[in-house]
């Protein structure tokens, strides 16, 4: 993990049974060929330019309501839990069950210097954009050297 970067890999821990689950779940994702689950939701991080970041993650067939972003001691938390829809239809009956609708929950870590400035939700995609600000103390700052004769200025970074 680097200091001045998100972090690339989210922890999908919610229990104490998750990291065994999902070292299971990779296990016969090997040898079966078959995608893990726990590869859910899948996101891209994007780097605008030098200050500007985007966290997309596709979650199609969540809205707003099914969805809580937080942030937590440098932590950006996001959890996804949709109500399972029920068919009040008595005639009709699902031949296929493919679309999954898993509820999830992905934790990235943040350096201090991050800000989040905003989320939306548009087509299924979560865009979370960041910013990397530094704050005014940390900044390197001019100080005024006062002698008997003159004032002269001295520029001290870091």
């Known amino acids: 993990m680097s200091y001045h970067t998100l972090s690339l890999i989210p922890s999908f821990n919610e229990n104490i049974f998750s990291d065994r689950f999902n070292q299971i779940d990779k296990m016969f994702s090997t040898l079966t060929g078959e995608q893990p689950i726990s590869n859910y939701p899948v996101y891209n991080l994007i780097q605008k330019d030098e200050k500007k970041y985007e966290l997309e993650i596709s979650i199609p067939g969540y809205s707003e309501n099914d969805l809580d972003i937080s942030i937590h001691k440098n932590q950006l938390k996001i959890i996804g ?5 029920v068919s009040t ?17 992905l934790i990235f870590n943040l350096d201090h210097h991050f800000e989040v400035k905003k989320a939306n939700l ?8 960041f910013e990397y600000e530094i704050p005014e103390k940390e900044k390197p700052r001019k100080i005024n050297i006062e002698s008997k004769n003159e004032k002269i200025t001295k520029n001290i970074s870091n």
Do not use: M, P, R, T
């Not at 839990?81 to 829809?85: A, G, I, N, R, T």
């Not at 005639?91 to 999830?104: T, W």
């Open 81 to 85: 839990k949709q109500k399972k829809s």
């Open 122 to 129: 548009n087509l299924g995609i979560l865009k979370i954009v």
């Open 89 to 105: 239809d008595k005639k009709e009956k699902i031949l296929h069950y493919g679309i999954k609708k898993n509820n999830f929950s």
